[in-house]
């Protein structure tokens, strides 16, 4: 499957990619991770955007991945390293280096400016460098002409000729240099690469055989202008494109291309969609290809098993005729037995020998051992002249039951290879079923580090889960327009009504119910209770005199605008949000519209199991339902579920 599959990135696609990473400026870095060979993915919070994931894949594939891969538990040095550099880091902009599959970004901490730099050539590397030095690298290499260390300077490789910036004359002239054909001449000097300069070729009609320093000034021209006509198109990021034959994928790029003119072209919304289209691809083929070593060892071990039963079989079946052949020719061996047995009693060896090889059927013997081998049924049966027909005949039959017996032993070990083999195969199989089924995270939003809900009128209303994000919902995200909620329970969440001050009744009173709800009322179980909303400047973190303010808490003055007889329970629901599916656990009000929500009330059962079996029903990893759900116990009472 993936023997015609593009290999690695093209500068084009670089060039591409750098235009999408430009909506990640401003954008701040939340968390690094690295594993396997090389892959190493920086989960970004993006303003209004919610979390972003910038994947570097393989060391040689850059994007941004639409959903979020599969991440360790455990940081590696290198991740470990990253995070205590750049967490919270502020992204700026992001540049390729000439026209070279190498880009760099900016990331602003208070007291440093780092370069971002990955490279995606010679085995790839991701670097970290301050003051053009740099600070660590996943690899760590010595070419003749640079070293990637930490505490080397950044040294960028040798720029290769830049089809971009490049007039028409640096292009001739870099062109009809070239000792090599014109396909191999804009692939390597020209550093286009091996589909563009088909491209450039087919677009200008240029036989690509032909030696580059006998092609035209016309054929120059045409394939000049073929170029900067596909550069414009890049630079404008406008038609990534997925080309696919017979259902395979076998280029992906940011331009449509006329070499696959035989292909099916599917144009999609971005680089990184189509980067991402067969970064799935190439794991599906790897993971039909993988044979687990486990399952190779035991299917040699059976192979091995198998031929030695058929052995075994085979001579104890040929022994067993032997042994029929004797009695078969009763006479004749008798015969040959009592005359051997006679003459080596009378006969030197020598003499003995000499006169057995006279008659017709013997074939050779062994006086030493007392051994004649005589054609018998057309078989070649060897016989103790020392013996009778008899004990002749029961010892053959006897060495072919031994064999047999070893035959059955080893058909044994074969059908507890095929067990073994079998049980390992399930679990791989089960494994596999697994990990099909798994639940895919839904797209992350910043607000989700809180408990948080939609108004019936789209507003959003976050909550505090503990002291410290009680203090960061007022200091950070209660402004001049929002609204202050908060019930009356010892220990319930600040929670802020975006835009409150635009808000209807209905939502004031959605956001003090989902208030009580959060709080420990709902552990206490009551039926109802009330809560109260003020205004940003009625909440202060100052005490009166001779009081003190706990964290996480605050203190309002003022009118309180309380709303009474609030019923304990709440809603989970499928929601729409900036196009994303979320699950999202608020004031039933607010699912009124929906097609697939759960009431909940305080209940017996243990929030933990229920979230198992809610995930399941919404189809996202149980730590989405976890999240959402008030603290204690829960029940569903009621189920709105409109079926796909």
Not at 220 to 234: D, N, Q, R, T, W
Not at 356 to 383: F, H
Not at 389 to 406: L, P
Request: net charge neutral; aromatic share 8%.
């Amino acid at each position: 499957m993936t023997c015609h599959m593009k290999k690695e990135m093209s500068s084009f696609d670089v060039r591409s990619v750098v235009s999408e990473m430009a909506s990640l400026e401003g954008a701040h870095i939340d968390k690094i991770f690295h594993w396997g060979a090389g892959n190493v993915l920086f989960r970004l919070n993006v303003q209004g955007d919610g979390k972003r994931e910038l994947f570097f894949r393989d060391k040689k594939w850059l994007y941004l991945a639409p959903s979020r891969p599969e991440t360790p538990e455990t940081p590696t040095s290198f991740a470990t390293f990253l995070r205590k550099h750049i967490t919270n880091a502020r992204i700026g902009k992001t540049v390729q280096a000439g026209f070279d599959r190498i880009t760099v970004t900016e990331v602003f901490k208070s007291d440093a400016e780092y370069g971002l730099v990955f490279e995606m050539f010679g085995g790839g590397n991701v670097l970290l460098v301050l003051d053009g030095k740099i600070v660590n690298c996943l690899t760590h290499r010595t070419w003749r002409d640079r070293s990637t260390r930490p505490g080397e300077d950044y040294v960028m490789p040798k720029s290769r000729f830049d089809p971009i910036g490049s007039s028409f004359d640096e292009f001739r002239e870099t062109f009809r240099s070239s000792a090599s054909d014109a396909v191999r001449t804009l692939a390597t000097s020209v550093n286009l690469g091996g589909q563009y300069s088909e491209e450039v070729c087919k677009r200008a009609g240029v036989d690509k055989g032909a030696p580059a320093a006998g092609v035209g000034d016309d054929s120059l021209a045409a394939m000049y202008s073929a170029l900067k006509e596909m550069v414009g198109h890049v630079l404008q990021g406008s038609e990534p494109t997925v080309f696919r034959r017979g259902g395979e994928i076998v280029d992906v790029a940011p331009v449509g291309l006329r070499i696959y003119d035989d292909a099916e072209a599917e144009r999609v919304g971005s680089m990184s969609l189509a980067i991402d289209a067969l970064m799935q691809e190439i794991g599906q083929a790897e993971e039909e290809a993988y044979v687990d070593p486990d399952v190779e060892r035991l299917r040699k071990r059976m192979q091995k098993q198998s031929e030695t039963v058929d052995e075994y079989r085979m001579e104890s079946e040929d022994l067993r005729r032997r042994a029929d052949a004797i009695y078969m020719e009763y006479k004749k061996v008798n015969d040959l037995l009592a005359v051997l047995a006679q003459k080596s009693k009378e006969l030197t060896w020598e003499k003995l020998a000499e006169g057995a090889m006279k008659i017709p059927y013997v074939t050779g013997i062994d006086p030493s051992k007392g051994v004649v081998t005589a054609n018998i049924s057309d078989l070649r049966v060897a016989l103790d002249y020392n013996k009778g027909i008899d004990a002749n005949a029961s010892d053959i039959y006897q060495r072919g039951k031994d064999i047999s017996e070893k035959a059955r032993r080893a058909e044994a070990a074969l059908r507890e290879s095929g067990a073994e083999l079998e049980k390992r195969q399930k679990g791989i199989d089960r494994a596999k079923a697994a990990a099909a089924g798994r639940a895919q995270p839904t797209k992350q939003f910043w607000f989700e580090r809180y408990k948080w809900f939609i108004t019936s009128s789209g507003r959003l209303v976050i909550a505090g889960r503990d002291a410290h994000t009680n203090d960061n919902v007022v200091k950070k995200h209660l402004k001049e327009k929002d609204v202050f909620v908060h019930a009356d329970v010892h220990g319930a969440p600040s929670v802020v009504l975006k835009d409150g001050s635009e808000a209807t009744p209905e939502e004031l009173r959605e956001a003090c119910a989902f208030a009580l709800a959060q709080s420990k009322a709902w552990v206490a179980a009551l039926m109802e209770g009330a809560a109260f909303w003020a205004y940003p400047d009625q909440v202060s973190k100052t005490p009166n005199p001779g009081e003190f303010v706990p964290r996480g808490a605050f203190i309002v003055r003022g009118k309180r605008n309380y709303e009474h007889h609030l019923r304990m329970e709440l809603g989970i629901g499928e929601v729409t949000y900036q196009g994303a599916r979320k699950v999202m656990c608020g004031p039933v009000d607010v699912f009124k519209g929906s097609e697939r929500y759960l009431v909940l009330n305080p209940g017996r059962g243990k929030a933990g199991r229920l979230s198992g079996e809610m995930a399941k029903d919404f189809k996202v990893p149980e730590e989405e339902i976890s999240r959402v759900l008030p603290p204690g116990d829960v029940e569903i009472v009621r189920r709105v579920w409109k079926d796909e």
